[in-house]
């Protein structure tokens, strides 16, 4: 149910959300595809998407909006460096972010 509605709102959200801040763009030297990174704008919301690559392999991803919401996606796994050596953790949205991040992510 939740999934269908964010499918909707996403579709309302793409017809006035400006996506000119949003770039598909290496974020490590092996990088070889390429992450979305930037913002996206949609009436009171500035929602900006951050991947990150650490050398150790570990990635995530860091989501920060203009009304105060943060999210955080983190691959997990076994480093040894600094403080990556932790369990995986999954984006967790509401209604309005997640929508905008389907807008995001499907342009």
Same mark, same amino acid.
């Given at each position: ?10 579709? $309302?959200?793409?017809? =006035? ?23 996206? =704008? ?5 929602? =900006? $998407? ?12 860091? $989501? ?40 995001? =992510?499907?342009?």
């Amino acid at each position: 149910m939740k999934e269908n509605l964010v499918l909707r709102m996403a579709k $309302i959200i793409s017809r =006035k959300a400006d996506v000119s801040g949003l770039v598909l763009a290496p974020i490590h030297f092996m990088d070889r595809v390429g992450h979305l990174q930037g913002i996206i =704008k949609f009436l009171n919301h500035q929602m =900006k $998407i951050e991947n990150w690559w650490e050398n150790c392999g570990a990635t995530g991803e860091d $989501i920060t909006c203009s009304c105060g919401f943060a999210s955080r996606w983190f691959s997990g796994g076994g480093c040894w460096q600094f403080s990556h050596n932790g369990p995986a953790m999954g984006h967790e949205f509401d209604l309005v972010h997640a929508a905008l991040y389907n807008v995001a =992510k499907n342009i």
